[in-house]
């Protein structure tokens, strides 16, 4: 589903990506982590071209995210996408949120887009709010209207970057429910985040990047039983301490 | 002890000088706020583009009307465009087209700034969406970049309206024309530009009364 091929990126002279090779299948959960300014949040924003990068490739469902010739707008419409900080369009109501981009990408009638997001804001609980503005939900509510948001344009996988590291603590359950929800339904998800928990329950592999490389590539009983590398091993030690 | 006389200033006098000019003036300000803001915001979306070949033009316009004088401006375009166009402009449309090219170099610089206001990720969001750039700008930046800049291109527009008097330079008829006219026919110059000054700041000053309480009403929203 996603293959990411020695991909590569600098900043001018600050190089944050080096030679980053891994691949997701379809149906399966990867978790990306890493200490902050390892790269992890550059690498998802590659995926849907977000990010530019010099070296290297991706192919999304066999199409080339690196070919100047591919269109993005159309890849991107159905890879879903849920940011660290929500960015739901605090000058829309909720229903407008969830609906506008299924009328004006995907060509769907207005009636069609506002049932099927109002169907995904009954999934995540919060049908009672779709009149309402972005501000005045909580953060781990606007965070359940952006997956909803996501999913409403029938993505063939998401990519989840940071979705919980904004929230208050008594939040980011509610988040992670949900989160969990989609993994176990077999959606093909890309996430990076600091949630252990959710990578043990849910996950199939976890990447561990440190300084812009892929350190460790490896299934999650590996990864959480005898991870190879030693800055895994203290990244591990140090989050899993308390 | 000056001797006011303000008996001259019958309703026929003011139907007959001033409400023609009054209605230019207010025309004036309309159009040049809804073309320069137009006019601007392309301007400022060109500056924002990061292609050279569209941010310098952008710059170039920008920087040369913001460092002209105003009153020169209206005087040199009412003079060259006739030399160029091979025929005489007049001077309403002629101050009407010169204040939507003048102010959109202002509008400009505020619409930039508001643009700039608008966090990345809610670029990021759109694009993430599968929008393009025109639906991203058009859906998601410039709605609310046109919303948080709301008072500030309201006090330019007070400002324009205060500026639509320098006319006088080329001899449109506006408001302060008018005054100016029946000032001289009725030979009491004094009165009519007190009035004429009254006016303007009833005008000007309610209008920033509202842009305040715009203000608090934004800031209470967000």
Not at chain 1, 87 to 92: A, I, K, Q, T
Not at chain 1, 95 to 111: F, H, M, P, Y
Not at chain 2, 2 to 13: G, K, N, R, S, Y
């Amino acid at each position: 589903m996603i293959e990411i091929k020695n991909i590569s990126k600098w900043y001018g002279a600050f190089r944050v990506l080096t030679d980053c090779t891994t691949q997701v299948e379809k149906g399966e959960v990867i978790v990306v982590c890493g200490p902050s300014g390892s790269g992890k949040s550059t690498l998802i924003k590659c995926v849907n071209g977000l990010e530019a990068f010099q070296q290297g490739d991706i192919f999304v469902n066999g199409t080339s995210v690196g070919d100047p010739k591919t269109n993005l707008p159309k890849l991107r419409s159905h890879v879903g996408m849920v940011f660290q900080h929500f960015e739901l369009f605090p000058h829309m109501t909720i229903t407008e949120n969830l609906s506008i981009a299924q009328v004006k990408v995907l060509g769907r009638s207005r009636d069609e887009a506002n049932e099927r997001g109002m169907k995904l804001l009954d999934r995540v609980g919060l049908k009672q709010h779709a009149h309402k503005h972005p501000g005045q939900l909580s953060g781990g509510q606007q965070q359940r209207v952006a997956i909803a948001r996501a999913l409403s344009m029938d993505p063939i996988c998401m990519l989840f970057d940071e979705p919980t590291s904004a929230l208050d603590p008594e939040m980011v359950n509610e988040v992670l429910d949900v989160m969990v929800q989609l993994a176990q339904e077999g959606m093909t998800m890309m996430v990076v985040t600091h949630e252990m928990g959710f990578a043990r329950k849910v996950s199939n592999r976890v990447i561990f990047m440190d300084q812009g490389s892929i350190v460790e590539d490896a299934t999650k009983e590996d990864f959480f039983g005898k991870p190879r590398s030693e800055r895994a091993q203290q990244f591990l030690s140090k989050i899993l301490s308390h | 002890m000056l001797a006011l006389d303000f008996a001259f200033f019958t309703p026929d006098v003011i139907s007959g000088y001033i409400v023609k000019g009054f209605i230019f003036s207010l025309q004036l300000t309309l159009v040049a706020m809804i073309g320069g803001i137009v006019l601007g915001t392309l301007l400022a979306l060109m500056r924002l583009s990061g292609k050279t070949w569209l941010v310098m033009p952008a710059a170039a316009y920008v920087n040369t009307m913001r460092s002209v004088p105003l009153v020169m401006v209206i005087l040199w375009f009412f003079l060259l465009i006739p030399l160029v166009i091979g025929r005489p402009l007049g001077a309403e449309t002629s101050a009407l087209i010169t204040f939507t090219l003048f102010e959109a170099a202002y509008y400009s610089e505020i619409m930039r700034a508001g643009i700039q206001s608008v966090s990345r990720g809610q670029v990021a969001a759109g694009y993430a969406l599968g929008m393009t750039y025109r639906q991203t700008m058009g859906l998601i930046v410039l709605p609310q970049a046109f919303r948080n800049m709301l008072p500030v291109l309201l006090t330019q527009t007070i400002i324009l309206f205060q500026d639509t008097s320098l006319v006088y330079a080329i001899g449109a008829y506006d408001l302060l024309k008018g005054f100016e006219i029946a000032g001289k026919n009725f030979n009491r110059p004094v009165e009519t530009y007190l009035v004429a000054a009254v006016l303007y700041f009833i005008i000007s000053f309610s209008l920033s009364m509202l842009v305040r309480k715009l203000q608090q009403r934004i800031a209470i929203v967000r």
